[in-house]
């Protein structure tokens, strides 16, 4: 990884591309009524374990019922370690963990060519993902080897600098989180000006654009910035400089 010597004029090649994983358990849930998407991920090589911890949106309980009953059976899924409802009603999000063999992990074989998890986004069986790669990276050894598990489909690719990386980086980790809510009010709030200073738009005045109380608006604003700091401040790195 001689790039990272000077990761300051460093280049990537930002991939995406949609993936039929015909030996993972997305495979079988190519149905529509939910979105799955990972917010965080950790590969044991020592154990040849992935773990994935992912926020599934389920729209009712038949969906849901599917799902559960995907994965609690399929033998991509060595253990289901954890499937818990975040909320009341539908549609209804479920916090999931799982654990899987390392040689079935489509992040595991890009990890080997240096790629970066941007994102892993699934809907109707079909697993969208995001990485990021040195510029230099011959991707074609990448796809020849996700073909003995599957079909990939629609790749898109583009060059970007340091910069746009970072900013890749952080979109994904703060939008993983957010609902899309959220993020509506979020974004309303930047671009009226809410959060400049001084403001340029007051709470009463946000409420009434978005057609929601003052303080259902609050709530949004405080846990989204909650959400997003946790985000980015999760990381044990930041402990240094406090």
Request: hydrophobic fraction near 40%.
């Amino acid at each position: 990884m001689d790039y990272l010597l000077d990761f300051g004029k460093a280049n990537f090649k930002y991939v995406e591309f949609d993936y039929i994983h015909e030996t993972d358990w997305t495979a079988k849930a190519a149905f529509d009524g939910y979105e799955y998407n990972v917010v965080e991920s950790y590969v044991d090589g020592l154990k040849n374990h992935v773990y994935e911890f992912a926020v599934l949106k389920v729209k009712d309980k038949l969906s849901l019922r599917k799902l559960f009953n995907i994965l609690n059976s399929d033998p991509s899924v060595e253990e289901l370690v954890k499937f818990e409802p975040i909320n009341k009603g539908y549609p209804k999000r479920i916090g999931v963990v799982i654990k899987s063999r390392l040689s079935n992990s489509t992040r595991y074989k890009a990890r080997l060519f240096d790629g970066i998890e941007i994102k892993d986004h699934i809907t109707n069986g079909v697993e969208d993902w995001g990485f990021l790669f040195p510029n230099n990276v011959n991707l074609d050894l990448l796809f020849d080897g996700l073909k003995i598990n599957g079909k990939i489909i629609n790749v898109r690719s583009r060059n970007v600098n340091i910069n746009d990386a970072l900013s890749l980086i952080n979109f994904s980790k703060v939008t993983s989180v957010l609902t899309k809510a959220e993020l509506d009010t979020l974004y309303k709030a930047y671009k009226l000006g809410f959060f400049n200073e001084p403001k340029k738009v007051s709470l009463r005045t946000l409420a009434k654009e978005l057609n929601l109380s003052t303080s259902t608006i609050n709530h949004q604003l405080r846990n989204s910035l909650r959400k997003i700091l946790n985000a980015i401040f999760s990381d044990s790195e930041y402990d240094e400089y406090i």
